[in-house]
């Protein structure tokens, strides 16, 4: 079922040349009042619609998202060759350029015997890339590295990681969860106090935490709450079912039947509780 390499380079010549067409006089009116601005929100969502088919393991959707995904780069270099800045050419040839001389253990005389080191070699030449490029400046923090706009979970697991690949880092996990204790225990002061600026503070201060002791079990957050979430419907789905059931609705419920329901889904779900990984 696999395209040979020829036929993918068909079928991406083609999406290019399908892109054109509707951004052209006379092709798609909505297509064509498309800026920067207004689609680089697709680009995410697109991107987090292929990311749940993943772990919903639906493989012919994941085929099919990964369709819109690729969509997301071909128009974006389209709206850009128009403005004459460039074109998708430009793009796919600064990627393999990239790839080859990031990897010159593979396609040069380097060598690379574990995933660290490739990490490692990988920091090193992007690092050295910048300072070709006059980018790194006098001050510049190592964090620079890690993007601002990413979602702030995804930035704050990067940024205790790279942190921590610096030495700024926990000797054990119970330092952790001293920490965790102590984030928690301030956001009870703020709390207290009724300052909801301090109580923002001290929550971010806590999700952070959160994170850090995620990443000291080798667990992603981003995936590990998208996986809460997919549960949390679940389970309120069977909430909404079990209450309409009996004629009523969420609202009209009271909580302790409510629960009741939740915790009948809870045990409906025992297997994937007994992994380890469930919400409580």
Known sequence: ?????????????????????????????????????????????????????????????????????????????????????????????????????RHPHVFGDATASTAEDVKLRWDEIKRREKTEKGIEISGASALDDVSRSLPALVEALKISKKAAGLGFEWPDIGGVLDKLQEESRELAEAREMGDPASIEHEVGD????????????????EQALRKTNARFRERFRHIEEGVADSGGTVQETPLEQLEELWQEAKRSSAPAAATGHDDG
């Open 206 to 221: 806590l999700l952070f935490t959160l994170t850090n002791l995620a990443r000291f079990l080798k667990v992603d957050p």
């Open 1 to 101: 079922m696999s395209a040979t390499p020829a036929n993918a380079g068909e079928e991406f010549l083609k999406l290019v040349e399908i892109m054109a067409r509707l951004r052209a006089p006379g092709g798609c009116p909505w297509d064509h009042k498309q800026t920067f601005d207004t689609i680089k929100s697709y680009l995410l969502e697109e991107t987090y619609e292929a990311m749940d088919a993943i772990d919903r393991r639906d493989w012919p959707e994941l085929m099919d998202e990964l369709g819109d995904v690729l969509l997301q780069p071909v128009f974006f270099a389209q709206m850009a060759s128009e403005e004459g800045l460039f074109n998708i050419v430009d793009s796919l040839r600064a990627i393999n350029q990239k790839l080859i001389r």
